[in-house]
Structure formats: C-alpha cells, structure tokens
C-alpha cells in the first residue's frame, strides 16, 4: 500500500491560507534543491550532500529561508527503528510528515543527586552526554554532565499532512513507519552541542557522516515531491 499523501482541508478560512502558503513554500524548497536553482526566498544550504543520520534517517538539507534564516531538510525514514538514544537538539523545530506516520515521545528529565538515583528505579535513570557535529561528521563528549531521572509522556502518533514542533531544550526519542517522509523547518543553532540521554557507554572517537549517492538523493527528492500532487 502507497504512504497517505499529504492532504490539507482545514475548516477554516484563515487555516486553509496558510495551509495553501506552507504547501507552495515546501514544494518551492524541494524544487529548488532538485534543480539546484535556488531564488531570492531560498539560498542554497552550506552542505548539499545528503547523509545517512545513525538515527534511522536519511537527511537531505534543502534549503535557507533568506528573510528568516530557517533552514529546511527532507528526512526519509528507511528502517522504522526507535533512535538511539533520547535526545534533546541545537535548535527549535518544527516537523510535517508528508507521506507515512511518526510515533514521537517526549520525556520529562529531571536532575538526580546520588540518593534520588539510588532510590529511583534504574531503568529511568541516565548518563547526560554531549553531541556535536566535528569536521564532516560528529563526536560524543562523554565527560559526564550529571545523571537525570527521566520520565515518558505519552506517545503521540503524528500522521501525514500533520506537524508537531519542539524547543531545542526538550528531549524526546522518535521512530516511523518505514518510508515515511517529514518535512522538517529549524532555526538557526541555540547552543553549540545537543545532550543525549544514554544508559551505557557512547563512541568518543570522531564520526564520519555516511554520505547517500547523488541519484538516491535525487529519487527521494523526486518521491516527495510526488506528494503534493
């Protein structure tokens, strides 16, 4: 069975503008980055090359919103696993799924002196890491930041032609149904390293993004275009 299309039919007036605004700006942005034809509402992104996130997606960056410096990427969502770890980001964001659907959890972290950790079940209880990107890839900086007691909301199942936003200060872990495509608007960085929850030992050696090929890119650019038609 194909993926639901994204589809807008908001009750509103005012709703149904702005749904009309957002779907000829996200179509611009894909065409652009396809084209590699970029205008005065779209500069280029600084890195161009699509990239296989260790979190379950590929990451195609589109493009800047020149009056407002967002930034806009294609997530494609391959394998359907949960992320890694939890994770807050560096950035404010907002999501739409375009086509699929996305199981998003937010958790509530709080900091665990030595007797709240001992007396909290250890299954909640986590190591605060670092992640930052460094030199075509990213690292972990695992001096420990302190341990935190965290807590799970309910989860929310995000659908196609829906979007959820966060602060770059929440944490959350999210995982799709495979193929599921979002489209994903952030702002520019708030800080220079996101926090990962993590119950074990993380990798501090530098990592290297895996690089996807130009006519994967291409296709993927191609399929979701495909669902504005």
């Given amino acids: 069975m194909r993926p639901n299309r994204i589809c807008f039919s908001p009750p509103h007036h005012r709703e149904a503008d702005k749904a009309i605004v957002y779907r000829q700006m996200a179509r611009a942005a894909l065409l652009a980055a396809l084209n590699d034809s970029y205008d005065a509402t779209f500069r280029a992104p600084v890195m161009r090359q699509a990239v296989a996130h260790p979190n379950g997606f590929v990451k195609l960056p589109l493009g800047v919103v020149t009056h407002s410096e967002g930034r806009l990427f294609l997530h494609v969502w391959l394998t359907g696993i949960e992320d890694t770890q939890a994770h807050d ?13 996305l199981y998003n959890t937010v958790l509530d972290v709080a900091q665990a002196d030595d007797g709240q950790a001992a007396a909290a079940p250890q299954s909640s209880i986590h190591r605060v890491v670092r992640y930052q990107p460094h030199e075509g890839g990213f690292r972990f900086d695992a001096r420990n930041e302190g341990r935190v007691d965290v807590a799970v909301r309910p989860t929310r199942v ?72």
């Fill in 158 to 229: 995000v659908t196609a032609g829906e979007r959820y936003g966060m602060s770059a200060f929440t944490f959350h872990q999210a995982r799709a149904v495979p193929g599921t495509m979002t489209l994903v608007a952030r702002g520019a960085p708030l800080k220079r390293y996101a926090r990962v929850l993590t119950q074990g030992d993380v990798p501090e050696e530098r990592q290297r993004w895996r690089h996807v090929s130009q006519a994967e890119r291409l296709g993927y650019l191609r399929d979701a275009l495909d669902c504005f038609a």
């Fill in 89 to 101: 980001h560096r950035w404010d964001f907002s999501s739409t799924v375009l086509r699929g659907a």
